[in-house]
C-alpha cells in the first residue's frame, strides 16, 4: 500500500516491501507519485477487464462504463485508483449498478464487481509491484 511519507519533505512510502520503500526514496516526491500512480492504474486495468467479463449484460451500457479512475481524497498527498461504473454507484446513466451489485428488497444481488476483486487482486498486486520497481528503475536512469 502506498501512502504519503510524514514529514515535510513529502515523498511516499510502500508499506509492506523494504527493497520498494528503499528504492523510491532515491526518487523525488514528484517522481515518486508518478510511478505509484501508473504503477496502481495499470494493475486495476486487471481488475476492471474482469469486472467487465462479469457484469450481467441487458444492453451492454453497464459494461460499457467500467473504467478504471483516478479518487480524488479530501487529505493531500493521497493517491489511489478504482475501478468503478460510470460516475459511480447510484450516480448518473449507469446508476443501476449498484442495485445489480448489491440488489434491492425486490431484487437479488448479482455482484460482479466484488468478485472480480476478489479473483484478481493477487495478480493486480504482483504487477503493481513489479510495476513500481520497473517505474523506479525507469525514472532513475533518466537522471
Known sequence: MARKAGGGAGGVVVTGVEEIDRRMKTLVPRLQKKVIRQSMRKAMKIVAAATRARVPVDTGL???????????????????????????????????????????????????MAPAYDETK?????VAMDEILAGIEREASRD
Do not use: N
Open 62 to 112: 453497464l459494461k460499457a462504463s467500467i473504467k478504471v479512475r483516478a479518487t480524488k481524497f479530501k487529505r493531500r498527498g493521497r493517491l489511489g485508483v478504482e475501478v468503478r461504473a460510470g460516475e459511480g454507484d447510484f450516480k448518473g446513466d449507469t446508476f443501476y449498478g449498484g442495485m445489480v451489485e448489491y440488489g434491492t428488497k425486490r431484487m437479488p444481488p448479482r455482484p460482479f
Open 122 to 126: 493477487e495478480q493486480a498486486k504482483g
